[in-house]
């Protein structure tokens, strides 16, 4: 069964850091653009970042930018998310997903991602 | 950045309805919009994806339409197990973002 499992999440203090890991299984993993998505507590979701197969490439949603950093190691099928800086508002339910590529036609012009494999999630909460 | 903007934010529904959730962006974003179901505690599962793609094993009950800035999630006939929370999400430029969500309970 195609499968990602998240750990490393937990209780940091503000201005702390972690690191989110993420294990695929059951796929090509190093075919895939793989991201990062978060929930506050009874929020809605927020991506937070992605990164190309071979790690080249990496976007990421604004409010993180320098704190965070995303990454893998396709030996290893995994992935990984350092979080630094760590805030308060940075406490959520923390999901990795597989970004897979429907191409519409010209695969050059038209190429439409979406996260059709998720984790279950693992949670960070920041306090004090 | 993209804003996604969904309406309603809730609704209320019988078995057998049909209802509709728009999704609207704050620029035109072609067919690059993706319909996600969450419920509690669980992960999302996609939908559709590039607007109106059905993805696999998921009941033709459900579709999508629309482009550019305005896109549709159509649930022909309403199931208990429709009961959920829906986000959109679009991939055309970085950061991908989700709209607010549109929690669909069952009368």
């Known amino acids: 069964e195609v499968q990602l499992v998240e750990s490393g999440g937990g209780l940091v203090q503000p201005g702390g850091s972690l690191r989110l890991s993420c294990a695929a299984s059951?796929?090509?993993?190093?075919?895939?653009?793989m991201s990062w998505v978060r929930q506050a507590p009874g929020k809605g979701l927020e991506w937070v970042a992605n990164?190309?197969?071979?790690?080249?490439?990496?976007y990421y949603v604004d409010s993180v930018k320098g704190r965070f950093t995303v990454s893998r190691d396709n030996a290893k099928n995994s992935l990984y998310l350092q979080m630094n800086s760590l805030r308060a508002e940075d406490t959520a339910v923390y999901f990795c997903?597989?970004?897979?590529?429907?191409?519409?036609?010209?695969?050059?012009?038209?190429?439409?991602?979406?996260?059709?494999?998720w984790g279950k999630g693992t949670t960070v909460t920041v306090s004090s | 950045d993209i804003q996604m903007t969904q309406s309603p934010s809730s609704l209320s529904a019988s078995v057998g309805d049909r209802i509709t959730i728009t999704c609207r962006a704050s620029?035109?974003?072609?067919?690059?919009l993706n319909w996600y179901q969450q419920k509690p505690g669980k992960a999302p599962k996609v939908l559709i994806y590039?607007?109106?793609s059905l993805q696999s094993g998921v009941p033709l009950r459900f579709s999508g339409s629309g482009s550019g800035t305005e896109f549709t999630l159509t649930i022909s006939s309403l199931q208990p197990e429709d009961s959920a929370t829906y986000f959109c999400?679009?991939?055309?430029?970085?950061?991908?973002?989700f709209g607010q969500g549109t929690k669909v309970e069952i009368k």
């Open positions: 997903a597989r970004d897979s590529l429907f191409c519409g036609g010209d695969c050059l012009y038209y190429q439409y991602y979406y996260m059709d494999v």
């Open positions: 059951e796929f090509t993993f190093n075919r895939y653009w």
């Open positions: 990164i190309k197969q071979d790690g080249s490439e990496k």
């Open positions: 620029q035109t974003i072609g067919n690059y």
């Open positions: 590039a607007a109106s």
């Open positions: 999400q679009h991939s055309y430029s970085s950061p991908w973002t």
